[in-house]
């Protein structure tokens, strides 16, 4: 069976400081990644998206940056935080293929202040 | 592009009663329709997916019908329960990347 696992749970930062996400898929070879964010009381905002090791694509940036270092590691960056990248960064993973269906990670929650 | 509209807001239910959520889209593809829970402090999770061959997804008492006629993947229960209560967001794919189209979700809130 397939686990995703994201960290960390959670975390408090200062505006201006660096933040690196972490999200890691067990069980699957070669799945698509993507990020999202949500706001507090917010909807689902998809950032960005992959399909292999070292390919990311923007779907909306906010001020941030992804990578993928390898096949089961998706990472979300940024050297500076504002006071608005707060909320429910949320990690999914998908079978790739013919199944289009996302499964989500348990997300990060991020207060900046 | 493709786009998911939902019933926005909040829809207030007593228990016991039906339950319908509305989702439209437009695609110029041939979609694949989602429905996604999230209850509070929670990942969403996937409820339902659309099936390629017209069949009927049902899944915890929840289910719904793809109609491309009418580009609408309602989700209905028929009685509503007070552990439904979430958040819900319809998605589509519909084009040939690997992007899921989300709706902006609806707020069900069952009151006894």
């Known amino acids: 069976a397939q686990t995703i696992h994201q960290w960390p749970v959670a975390e408090i930062k200062a505006v201006g400081s660096p933040l690196s996400l972490g999200c890691t898929i067990k069980?699957?070879?070669?799945?698509?990644l993507y990020w999202y964010w949500q706001a507090t009381g917010g909807t689902l905002q998809q950032l960005f998206y992959s399909i292999t090791v070292g390919q990311v694509e923007s779907v909306v940036q906010l001020n941030l940056s992804a990578s993928r270092p390898k096949d089961d590691q998706f990472i979300l960056s940024t050297e500076k935080l504002l006071l608005s990248h707060s909320g429910f960064y949320l990690c999914?993973?998908?079978?790739?293929?013919?199944?289009?269906?996302?499964?989500f990670g348990p997300g990060t929650r991020l207060t900046v202040l | 592009g493709d786009s998911v509209t939902q019933t926005e807001g909040l829809v207030t239910l007593t228990e016991g009663l039906p339950v319908m959520l509305n989702c439209t889209y437009q695609s110029t593809y041939s979609p694949f329709l989602f429905w996604y829970v999230q209850h509070l402090n929670e990942a969403p999770k996937l409820l339902l997916k659309?099936?390629?061959?017209?069949k009927r997804p049902e899944h915890q008492g929840f289910h719904a019908t793809l109609h491309k006629s009418s580009s609408s993947f309602h989700l209905q229960k028929s009685s509503a329960q007070l552990s439904d209560s979430a958040l819900y967001y319809c998605?589509?794919?519909?084009?040939?990347?690997?992007?899921?189209?989300f709706g902006k979700g609806t707020k069900l809130s069952v009151k006894s």
């Open positions: 999914a993973w998908s079978p790739g293929g013919a199944s289009y269906e996302q499964y």
């Open positions: 998605a589509l794919r519909g084009g040939s990347n690997a992007k899921l189209t």
């Open positions: 069980g699957k070879s070669s799945p698509n």
């Open positions: 659309s099936f390629t061959d017209n």
